[in-house]
């Protein structure tokens, strides 16, 4: 079974500074399979990018999604208010489907 | 528009048992696989069980294989977790989610939740 790690586990950021978030997993994973979401307090997670790379629907060019084999990033080129809150990572395989601990946003 | 509302959270007793539902929607529900996923209080995502959208196909998370069922009627546009010998451990915000037809596996849409909580 594959375990995804996400690093680091909360960040405290300003408002428009660039935010790099990692998803490690514990083998090489399908890129295809590989899903970011948003959480904030109180509310589903929000689908941010499919597909290791793809947009979802609605999702502000502000936020891209890289990586390959082991090692994937989630990047937002400049923090909005709006976007501090949890990000998780999330792998299909083996009909089982995994999700990474989560990287927590914060304001500084 | 997609809406996911669930329903049937309580709190019961370790060894309880409890049902779930999730009515669907804003989309035709027959042609989409479905999932539970839960989250306990203050922590992280964990995915559950998936049905495909025929019924035909089901897997479980080792933690809950043997003690939860999930179903769905295609004619009611709802899905189902029945959920057997509760632990402590279950206690959770259990969402049901949409699997994204053309996204990779992702879950593209999610209802609210719907809390559970195994207490004596």
């Known amino acids: 079974e594959i375990v995804l790690t996400q690093s680091p586990g909360t960040l405290s950021l300003s408002p428009g500074e660039r935010v790099t978030l990692s998803c490690r997993a514990s083998?090489?994973?399908?890129?295809?399979?590989l899903a970011w979401y948003q959480q904030k307090p109180g509310q589903a997670p929000r689908l941010l990018i499919y597909g290791a790379s793809s947009r979802a629907t609605g999702i502000p060019d502000r936020f891209s999604g890289s990586g390959s084999g082991t090692d994937f990033t989630l990047t937002i080129s400049r923090l909005e208010p709006e976007d501090f809150a949890v990000y998780y990572c999330?792998?299909?395989?083996?009909?089982?489907?995994?999700f990474g601990p989560g990287t927590k946003v914060d304001i500084k | 528009q997609v809406q996911l509302v669930e329903s049937g959270g309580d709190l019961v007793k370790p060894g309880g048992s409890l049902r779930l539902s999730c009515a669907a929607s804003g989309f035709t529900f027959g042609d989409y696989y479905m999932s539970w996923i839960r989250q306990a209080p203050g922590r992280g995502l964990e995915w559950v069980s998936y049905?495909?959208?025929?019924?035909?196909?089901?897997n479980y998370a080792d933690s809950v294989k043997g003690r939860f069922t999930i179903s769905r009627d295609n004619a009611k546009n709802s899905l189902y977790l029945q959920m057997n010998s509760l632990r402590a451990e279950d206690t959770a915000v259990y969402y049901c989610a949409r699997r994204a037809a053309a996204a990779g596996r992702a879950f593209d849409y999610w209802g609210q939740g719907t809390l559970v909580t195994i207490s004596s």
């Open positions: 049905i495909s959208s025929s019924g035909t196909t089901i």
């Open positions: 083998q090489s994973v399908s890129t295809s399979y």
């Open positions: 999330q792998h299909y395989g083996s009909s089982l489907f995994t």
